[in-house]
């Protein structure tokens, strides 16, 4: 399964993979979505929009919109309804440094793939990275059981 990072210029440039895929697409609070370029090859798009904040527990400014459960849960509901469908997945963020790799690195894990590539190439935001993983991992227990 390949997991692709990439920023807002990349995904608006139109990165894409070969086979059938399925975005997942980050953005600021209050930037617009991105303009994906469509394809064929693209069988979905997950929207969401959080802040790159690493300590959601603090007091953070009323513009400050940290990851949360919820996110997590769309993630998961959006990979679990795809994952038969696609032979990767691309994921976005507005600098493609912290959120994206965060979320690849947790997938890549779920996919029972390493995630050390995304921790040596980039910087994720161990806050997004360590809750939806928390939420694969505990699907992937409620599945088996």
């Not at 975005?23 to 209050?30: E, L, N, T, W």
């Not at 996110?71 to 990979?79: G, L, Q, R, S, T």
Request: with cysteine; glycine share 6%.
């Amino acid at each position: 399964m390949e997991i692709r990072v990439t920023d807002r210029p990349g995904i608006e440039a139109g990165t894409r993979l070969r086979g059938p895929y399925a975005v997942i697409s980050i953005r600021s609070p209050g930037r617009p979505a991105p303009r994906i370029p469509p394809t064929p090859n693209c069988l979905g798009i997950l929207s969401l929009a959080f802040s790159d904040a690493e300590y959601p527990e603090a007091p953070d400014p009323p513009e400050i919109h940290p990851f949360t459960q919820a996110h997590a849960e769309k993630i998961w509901e959006f990979v679990e309804r795809l994952r038969d469908s696609v032979q990767g997945w691309v994921v976005h963020c507005e600098a493609g440094m912290n959120r994206s790799p965060a979320v690849a690195a947790a997938l890549a894990e779920w996919f029972g793939q390493e995630s050390t590539p995304y921790f040596r190439r980039y910087a994720p935001n161990l806050y997004v990275y360590r809750t939806l993983r928390r939420v694969l991992l505990g699907k992937s227990t409620q599945r088996r059981a």
